[in-house]
């Protein structure tokens, strides 16, 4: 019995940890490419520094993940965040942190830069 309450626990935190986050939206690589240029949004990178600095793309500011929480306060609540990484899950973890925040505007790059070409 407590095996199989243990066991229900740990999946729905596997499962959790992988479902979209509500009220943010999704959107893959082609569909962001003509977005980059739009002003008013925030293009954020959540990849460690040496991610970042070997493939990176202009106009993406690096937060890594683990200081986004600290740093939040540079951002503006008022406007889109869009958040990458390298295959879209900090991207997700990145994004439940921000709606933590009080951002209501974030959108994730589904498949984050593995899906960038």
């Known amino acids: 019995m407590i095996q199989t309450f243990l066991l229900i626990i740990v999946i729905g935190l596997l499962v959790s940890r992988f479902l979209p986050v509500r009220g943010v939206k999704q959107i893959d690589a082609a569909n962001m490419k003509p977005k980059l240029n739009s002003k008013h949004q925030q293009l954020i990178d959540v990849r460690s520094p040496v991610e970042f600095q070997t493939n990176h793309i202009k106009g ?47 959108t994730n790059i589904k498949g984050g830069m593995n899906a960038w070409q």
């Open 60 to 106: 993406f500011q690096n937060i890594p993940l683990p200081q986004l929480k600290e740093q939040a306060h540079q951002l503006a609540k008022n406007h889109e965040v869009y958040v990458i990484c390298q295959s879209g899950m900090r991207s997700m973890q990145a994004a439940k942190i921000l709606k933590k925040q009080g951002f209501t505007h974030i």
